[in-house]
Antibody, heavy 121, light 107 residues
Framework: QITLKESGPTLVKPTQTLTLTCTFS??????????VGWIRQPPGKALEWLAV???????RYSPSLKSRLTITKDTSKNQVVLTMTNMDPVDTATYYC?????????????WGQGTLVTVSS | DIQMTQSPSSLSASVGDRVTITCRAS??????LNWYQQKPGKAPKLLIY???SLQGGVASRFSGSGSGTDFTLTISSLQPEDFATYYC?????????FGQGTNLEIK
C-alpha cells in the first residue's frame, strides 16, 4: 500500500525559504518508472503543478517558479524535499505531494493529505 | 506551457442525471489526459488516466473519452457522493498543467 505524507512549517514569513518534506512508503524511488511530484492549491483556487523527481536524475520544474524551487530525494529515507525561496503571501496554499504512476503516463495516482502553508508577517 | 480549459466552470445537476464535463488543451496532447475528483478539505483523487482508463476502485459510472485536444468526463447517473470539483490535467509535457476545475453542485 502506497502512502505519502507532507510535513513542514504551517507559517512562514515573507522572504523566508520554505522547506517541505514528503515521506512515503510502499514504493522506492530506486525503482524505474517511479516518481514523486509536488502540487499546490491556494485557498478556493485550482491545482498548480510545481515539480517532479523521477527514479533517475531527471527533475522537472514549473517554468514560472523554476528560479525559486529545488526538489531533491533521499532514497534511503524514502523522502522527497521541496524548497521554495523568497516566499510571498501569494504562495499561501495547501501543498500536496503525490506518487507518479503508470510509467511515462506520469499520473498522480496516490496523493498525500496535503499541508497548509500560510505566508504572513 | 499547455493551457487546459474546462467547461463549464460550475454545473448544477440532480441525483440520477447524466453529466458531461469538457476539457480542451491548447495543443495536441494525444491521450495524456487525466481526471481528478476533489471534495472539500480533501486531496484530489484520480478517476481516469490516459483519457479513458478507469482507475482501480473507481465506480463504473465514470468514463472518459477524447484524444488530441478535446476530452470529456461523463458521469452516467449522478450519485450524492459525486458532488465535488473535477479537474483535468495533461501529462504530455511538463509542466503538467491542470484545468481550472468544474464545481459540480446539487440542484
Amino acid at each position: 500500500q502506497i502512502t505519502l505524507k507532507e510535513s513542514g512549517p504551517t507559517l512562514v514569513k515573507p522572504t523566508q525559504t520554505l522547506t517541505l518534506t514528503c515521506t512515503f512508503s510502499g514504493f522506492s524511488l530506486s525503482t524505474s518508472a517511479v516518481g514523486v511530484g509536488w502540487i499546490r492549491q491556494p485557498p478556493g483556487k485550482a491545482l498548480e503543478w510545481l515539480a517532479v523527481t523521477y527514479w533517475g536524475d531527471d527533475k522537472r520544474y514549473s517554468p514560472s517558479l523554476k528560479s525559486r524551487l529545488t526538489i531533491t530525494k533521499d532514497t534511503s529515507k524514502n523522502q522527497v524535499v521541496l524548497t521554495m525561496t523568497n516566499m510571498d503571501p501569494v504562495d499561501t496554499a495547501t501543498y500536496y505531494c503525490a506518487h507518479l504512476g503508470y510509467g511515462d503516463l506520469s499520473v498522480f495516482d496516490i496523493w498525500g493529505q496535503g499541508t497548509l502553508v500560510t505566508v504572513s508577517s | 506551457d499547455i493551457q487546459m480549459t474546462q467547461s463549464p466552470s460550475s454545473l448544477s445537476a440532480s441525483v440520477g442525471d447524466r453529466v458531461t464535463i469538457t476539457c480542451r488543451a491548447s495543443q495536441s496532447i494525444s491521450s495524456y489526459l487525466n481526471w481528478y475528483q476533489q471534495k472539500p478539505g480533501k486531496a484530489p483523487k484520480l478517476l481516469i488516466y490516459a483519457a479513458s482508463s478507469l482507475q482501480g476502485g473507481v465506480a463504473s459510472r465514470f468514463s472518459g473519452s477524447g484524444s488530441g485536444t478535446d476530452f470529456t468526463l461523463t458521469i452516467s447517473s449522478l450519485q450524492p457522493e459525486d458532488f465535488a470539483t473535477y479537474y483535468c490535467q495533461q501529462s504530455y509535457s511538463t509542466p503538467h498543467t491542470f484545468g481550472q476545475g468544474t464545481n459540480l453542485e446539487i440542484k
